[in-house]
């Protein structure tokens, strides 16, 4: 793996731009408005993480800190999402993606232009092997987005969705086809994650295939 200080660089797509996430963009994206996706509530339902997996060497010039975040900026200068990688593994060569893009910003492709430009930084530059994520299997734009840059399925989990208020919507016919994403029983409703992972070559076959119109799709 590269190791190398990246505090300053800048990665410039067509639309996008990704950069050092900085205090001030917290406060932006709190103004963010919320997303108007019926189940947008469980995206983020937390991992449970074993004992000790996070217990790696950060040293990967990322100061010793488990997280490194990016901002993501349009062609005008305006916070529209972010990118961050934790589980950082200097050893393994891998680290677990999160990105979120705001509602205002969505369906637009920004948020598959954002991470192809990181892909080939991630990949090339920083000389990671593996990226990993997880994904709410009812969050459909995402799983088909990383699907299509070449992400793989690995296995999957299921999370407790407690008391969501998006659950009432389950006993509706309308949302019938996300009955699937879920599992009821006497102790809740879980929610379907997917874990999902690439690996620098198969972005390499994959990246030149992906033509313009798939990256702003």
């Not at 975040?69 to 305006?78: G, P, S």
């Not at 593994?89 to 705001?102: F, N, T, Y």
Request: net charge neutral.
């Amino acid at each position: 793996m590269s190791r190398r200080n990246d505090d300053d660089v800048i990665l410039h797509g067509e639309r996008v731009l990704l950069r050092q996430w900085q205090r001030r963009d917290a406060l932006a994206q709190d103004s963010w408005p919320a997303y108007t996706d019926a189940f947008s509530g469980l995206w983020n339902l937390p991992r449970a993480v074993a004992l000790g997996e996070d217990d790696d060497d950060y040293s990967f010039n990322f100061t010793a800190v488990p997280r490194r975040i990016w901002a993501i900026d349009n062609d005008r200068h305006q916070l529209i999402g972010r990118l961050s990688l934790r589980e950082i593994k200097p050893v393994e060569g891998s680290a677990r993606l999160g990105i979120s893009i705001g509602a205002s910003y969505v369906s637009q492709g920004l948020g598959t232009e954002a991470l192809c430009t990181f892909l080939d930084y991630f990949f090339n530059d920083l000389g990671f092997a593996h990226m990993v994520l997880d994904v709410a299997a009812v969050n459909i734009r995402a799983v088909r987005c990383y699907e299509r840059l070449g992400f793989r399925h690995v296995g999957h989990d299921w999370r407790d969705a407690r008391y969501d208020p998006s659950l009432r919507l389950l006993d509706d016919p309308r949302y019938a086809d996300y009955l699937r994403f879920f599992q009821r029983s006497r102790h809740g409703t879980f929610v379907l994650f997917y874990e999902m992972e690439l690996s620098r070559d198969q972005w390499r076959r994959c990246a030149p295939h992906i033509t313009a119109r798939e990256r702003a799709s």
